[in-house]
């Protein structure tokens, strides 16, 4: 279908040739046959849709006959549907259709029944199917899901995991770029030819990536593993996290760990914005924001009248 075309139109007339998609072998079948991004209707090895027609409902090979099966002619054409059409193409399409077809049509003893519009496929394809339908043909997983996926990890839970461990934006859209694998590390401003070299700048590995920026650089190692024995301390879950824990959760699917992941989320923005100040993460400045963070939040949590969840979340820590 031609690229100029609106998605919307694309993606439904798709679903809509699925719907009614079935081997034609008749010349009844033939008529109703949908013309557009029809897979034996092709010009230039390329199905065809023609959104003028479209939006005056031509839809179907019977949409091109008359009360006699035959062909209308270009004039007869624009008479009944109030389009101005050049020979070329009209001729064009009319060409596109298979020979068979048009011969079958012709010797048909049937004709189109327009009682029989809306039955598309011999099952009773309701809105709701079509919907659905229509949702699965343009929503394609990403990348970042098919590599969670093959990793066995729960990617709704760790898309809504920000959601519910923080209300802070900016933590939120954090955390969905740390997912997406888009923060600006060395090996992708290298790429864009914005770093002269795509090497870690304080642990001089070759290749910064998110792995090495928030979790492998010794300087990182050390950062997290204060932190980790400094948890241990205040809190009495024994989480041993590896790097897949620190990237996208710690059991994202469980509601036992909210504040354990919140602390982890804050963890790894303080790396960044670090990292970004040309500095090492401190232990000292990460208590800071937390104290802030958690500050925050208990203002809110009494505000809406929550202060039990607050303390449920923070205890030990509050």
Request: hydrophobic share 40%; charged share 20%.
């Amino acid at each position: 279908m031609a690229p100029h075309v609106p998605k919307l139109y694309r993606d439904t007339l798709a679903v809509w040739q699925e719907l009614h998609s079935k081997n034609p072998s008749t010349g009844v079948d033939y008529q109703h046959e949908i013309i557009w991004n029809n897979r034996f209707i092709r010009i230039d090895g390329k199905p065809v849709f023609y959104l003028s027609w479209y939006r005056k409902g031509v839809l179907k090979i019977h949409h091109l006959l008359n009360e006699n099966r035959n062909i209308l002619s270009r004039f007869e054409f624009q008479q009944k549907y109030g389009l101005s059409v050049n020979f070329l193409t009209y001729s064009g399409l009319l060409f596109a259709i298979p020979d068979a077809w048009k011969r079958s049509i012709l010797i048909s003893e049937e004709t189109h029944n327009s009682s029989d519009e809306h039955n598309l496929t011999s099952v009773n394809v309701t809105a709701k199917i079509a919907r659905k339908m229509l949702v699965l043909e343009t929503h394609k997983p990403s990348n970042v899901e098919k590599k969670l996926n093959e990793q066995n990890l729960p990617v709704k839970a760790i898309y809504e995991l920000p959601f519910k461990v923080t209300m802070d934006n900016r933590l939120i859209c954090f955390q969905y770029k740390v997912i997406h694998n888009i923060l600006p590390t060395n090996n992708k401003l290298y790429k864009m030819e914005l770093k002269a070299s795509p090497s870690c700048d304080r642990c001089g590995n070759p290749y910064e990536n998110l792995l090495d920026l928030l979790y492998e650089c010794p300087r990182t190692q050390t950062f997290w593993q204060l932190l980790i024995a400094w948890w241990k301390k205040k809190r009495s879950e024994t989480a041993v996290l590896n790097a897949t824990d620190i990237l996208y959760g710690y059991k994202p699917g469980s509601n036992l760990f909210q504040a354990l992941n919140h602390f982890v989320i804050i963890a790894k923005y303080h790396i960044f914005l670090s990292w970004l100040n040309k500095a090492s993460p401190s232990f000292e400045i990460f208590s800071l924001l937390l104290s802030e963070k958690i500050r925050c939040e208990r203002t809110i949590a009494f505000k809406n009248n929550t202060p039990t969840n607050f303390r449920a979340k923070w205890t030990t820590l509050a």
